[in-house]
Nanobody, 121 residues
């Protein structure tokens, strides 16, 4: 099986920064896309950032210029650097990875358990 474990959430004041980490472990042959999503109370889960296996990145307009996603392929870890945080960034942040367990097969998405980010003064 595959496990994704997030860390780095917490309480931060508006304008502050946080860095989230997500480490994948288990029966991993390869990892394709890795991404961060978030879900605020009463809202649907939304994509925050995605990074491909070749390093391509994509962000929605709501976080573009403030958030930055990166990955360490050797460590099967993805990071999310969040700067200039706003109260509307408050949500549970989830890590997602598309993992191939068996060579030659189509991979499957796996999710972390989520980490709370609260932006408040």
């Amino acid at each position: 099986q595959v496990q994704l474990v997030e860390s780095g959430g917490g309480l931060v004041q508006p304008g502050g920064s946080l860095r989230l980490s997500c480490a994948a472990s288990g029966s991993i042959f390869s990892i394709n896309d890795m991404a961060w999503y978030r879900q605020a109370p009463g809202k649907e889960r939304e994509l925050v950032a995605v990074i491909t296996s070749s390093g391509g990145r994509n962000y929605p307009d709501a976080v573009k210029g403030r958030f930055s996603i990166s990955r360490d392929t050797a460590k099967n870890t993805v990071y999310l650097q969040m700067n200039s945080l706003k109260p509307e960034d408050t949500a549970v942040y989830y890590c997602n990875a598309h993992v191939t367990v068996i060579p030659g097969t189509t991979g499957s998405p796996f999710w972390g358990q989520g980490t709370q980010v609260t932006v408040s003064s």
